[in-house]
């Protein structure tokens, strides 16, 4: 019973350690799926196909160089690291 309790605590403080990233992934769903929900509201208020689609693709523009601009820092510090790893491998 106490190794389930201490299994609980570990995962409870995993997540509590891992709530930035957690809260960064939600962000990009948040943007990813922001062209579709802009389309559908338009569509329920009554607009054009032409207007859904030239906002829609607006909107979903600027979300993905919204998602680069997330994911190129993370992508650099990724990178970095592998980088020295292979430079100290190669000396």
Same mark, same amino acid.
């Given at each position: 019973?106490? =190794?389930?309790? =201490?299994?609980?605590?570990?995962?409870?403080?995993?997540?509590?350690? %891992? &709530?930035?990233?957690? &809260?960064?992934?939600?962000? #990009? &769903?948040? #943007?990813?799926?922001?062209? @579709?929900? %802009?389309?559908?509201?338009?569509?329920? #208020?009554?607009?054009?196909?032409?207007?859904?689609?030239?906002? =829609?693709? @607006?909107?979903?523009?600027?979300? #993905?160089? @919204?998602? &680069?601009?997330? @994911?190129?820092?993370?992508?650099?510090?990724?990178? %970095? %690291?592998?980088? =020295?790893?292979?430079?100290?491998?190669?000396?």
């Amino acid at each position: 019973m106490s =190794s389930i309790i =201490s299994w609980i605590k570990r995962e409870i403080i995993y997540i509590r350690e %891992s &709530f930035l990233e957690i &809260f960064k992934a939600f962000f #990009l &769903f948040i #943007l990813i799926s922001s062209g @579709l929900v %802009s389309a559908i509201f338009l569509r329920y #208020l009554g607009y054009s196909g032409t207007v859904i689609t030239f906002f =829609s693709i @607006l909107i979903e523009f600027i979300a #993905l160089i @919204l998602c &680069f601009l997330l @994911l190129k820092n993370y992508l650099e510090i990724k990178e %970095s %690291s592998q980088t =020295s790893k292979i430079k100290e491998k190669t000396n």
